[in-house]
């Protein structure tokens, strides 16, 4: 296996200034400097701090190097920067391969993990090649090197976990999420319900949603724990005119989202609502302007004034009466892509944070607590949030890039990928949503159902999109039992063969192994399986 330990005093360490690449001379034990720069490995019980010093000088990127050659036989699984897009895997040593946060390594007898502890101050990401391993710890503030003064940057804690024999890979994945995150942040219930997006794609309105949620409302019967309807995108005045941003207050076709939350309530579901808080249209000062595209202004929430801005929206948004807040876009608003083209440059933005004495990941961590802290009671869905910094936040995580109401394959390799190779996170991280089932014509019942299936059982959010009166009977039965199985805990759902394919097909759920079929199957097949799914 790969011998290294997060005590494990690495061969070489670097800095990458706004001019430069320096190697470091190692000063003592744990210590690493040259002129006017100094890293620290501080030892914590099992975990070792990174700590910088740079009082002048502007520092982007810090390198760990440890050259000691793992064996070429392992499989190895990486994370991803935020959501999952599909291509998540146990694959062979890949050098160019930059896996965010942490990593995982199986020999056939045990599972290692690699990794920094949840919530640090840097973008992580790790490769490991033939020769040996890298850690490299992202400190850019924006575009440009971080400025910290007489600060002392802590910017990530390493974390290493040696494997049990005997214990399988996917036991091993769950044990060492729960080491990188300490206290995890969790829903008071489990999630189910309705959300519009998959089948109205923005198309909606007050009393359209009020049809959602009596249709919702009655594909439930659990007393204790009602169902959400989850209004997404379009509901904001700038819908129909042109970008996705704020302000965030209700347009003509939601004019009092008050009292939409009151009748919603009534209708028996927990209203939750959709926002995207760094984008705007608004006539704010700009000063607080990072840039402008044509969907409007985009925020700089390293400045203080952005930060309360942010706070009194979500605050507004749950003060209507919305128990839960799903928030999205903030990666892209920062870093200007998505986690699928970030690799090892998270940051394609040319564009300064006003504030350069903070990280990038410390800025988007501060943006987080206040969304956390201004959502009161009201659970928390970070979409398009970067994994490590949302975890111990918010209750829940839309682990995967979209899955669709048109489009079975995007289902298929976004959804079952997601659900599968982040399953791990699951109650360790957050709760963990692979997203919705999109419930329309265009996509194969046949297949949509096992997805249902595998959502309804796998002991993780249950979010369906679907059209009031565009069901069948059967569908609406289907439905009802998915929603009976959502409402109660269950015991989180293992992929079986993940170790051998993208798309795990085998699955064991509350006890039972459950064989599913990714293909469009006949009807008299699927009505076989069915009979003991529900069991």
């Not at 909606?204 to 009655?218: G, M, T």
């Not at 006539?283 to 801005?309: C, K, Q």
Request: include cysteine; proline fraction near 5%.
């Amino acid at each position: 296996m790969i011998e290294i330990t997060a005590q494990t005093e690495p061969s070489q360490v670097f800095v990458q200034t706004d001019t430069e690449w320096k190697a470091l001379e190692r000063v003592r034990e744990g210590e690493w400097g040259t002129t006017g720069i100094a890293i620290s490995l501080e030892k914590e019980g099992d975990a070792t701090a990174v700590v910088l010093e740079a009082p002048v000088t502007p520092i982007r990127t810090i390198k760990l190097r440890w050259n000691e050659p793992p064996p070429c036989s392992l499989r190895i699984l990486g994370d991803h920067w935020e959501r999952a897009y599909g291509d998540l895997e146990w694959r062979g040593i890949v050098a160019e391969r930059a896996m965010p946060w942490y990593f995982l390594a199986h020999n056939g007898v045990r599972t290692d993990g690699f990794g920094v502890m949840t919530g640090a101050r840097s973008f992580c990401y790790w490769q490991l090649d033939t020769g040996g391993l890298t850690l490299t710890a992202d400190v850019t503030s924006g575009n440009a090197g971080v400025r910290l003064g007489k600060r002392r940057l802590q910017a990530a804690t390493i974390m290493t976990m040696r494997g049990k024999e005997g214990e399988s890979p996917f036991e091993a994945a769950k044990r060492f999420c729960s080491v990188l995150c300490e206290k995890p942040v969790l829903p008071k219930q489990p999630v189910y319900g309705g959300n519009n997006w998959y089948y109205a794609y923005g198309n909606s309105s007050h009393e359209a949603i009020l049809e959602d949620s009596r249709f919702i409302s009655s594909l439930s019967s659990h007393a204790s724990n009602r169902p959400y309807m989850v209004i997404d995108d379009g509901w904001q005045y700038i819908s129909g005119k042109g970008g996705n941003g704020g302000p965030w207050v209700g347009n003509a076709k939601f004019p009092d989202m008050e009292r939409l939350a009151g009748e919603m309530k009534g209708l028996g579901v927990k209203p939750g609502l959709w926002c995207r808080p760094l984008l705007t249209a608004e006539d704010v000062p700009a000063g607080w302007i990072r840039y402008t595209t044509a969907d409007g202004h985009v925020l700089d929430p390293s400045i203080p004034e952005v930060i309360e801005h942010v706070r009194g929206s979500v605050k507004s948004m749950v003060g209507w009466g919305f128990e839960l807040l799903k928030h999205d876009f903030t990666t892209f608003d920062l870093l200007g892509q998505w986690g699928f083209t970030m690799k090892s440059k998270p940051n394609s933005l040319p564009q300064a944070f006003r504030d350069g004495s903070r990280t990038t990941a410390e800025i988007t961590l501060d943006l987080y607590r206040a969304i956390a802290e201004a959502s009161g009671q009201a659970d928390v869905i970070g979409c398009n949030t970067f994994s490590h910094l949302s975890a111990g936040l918010f209750e829940i995580q839309r682990t995967g890039d979209d899955t669709s109401g048109r489009w079975w394959e995007r289902t298929r390799y976004m959804g079952v990928n997601t659900m599968a190779f982040r399953m791990p996170q699951h109650n360790t991280f957050y709760s963990h949503d692979a997203d919705c089932l999109g419930l329309t014509k265009e996509v194969p019942w046949e297949l949509n159902r096992q997805w249902l299936h595998l959502l309804a059982g796998s002991g993780t959010p249950l979010f369906v999109s679907v059209a009031p009166n565009s069901t069948t009977r059967e569908q609406q039965a289907e439905l009802r039992r998915a929603f009976e199985m959502a409402a109660i805990e269950q015991q989180p759902a293992e992929p079986l063969d993940w170790l051998e394919t993208t798309c795990p097909s085998r699955w064991l759920m509350n006890g039972k192994e459950i064989d599913y079929d990714w293909n469009k199957l006949s009807i008299e097949v699927l009505e076989e399986k069915e009979s003991s799914w529900w069991r």
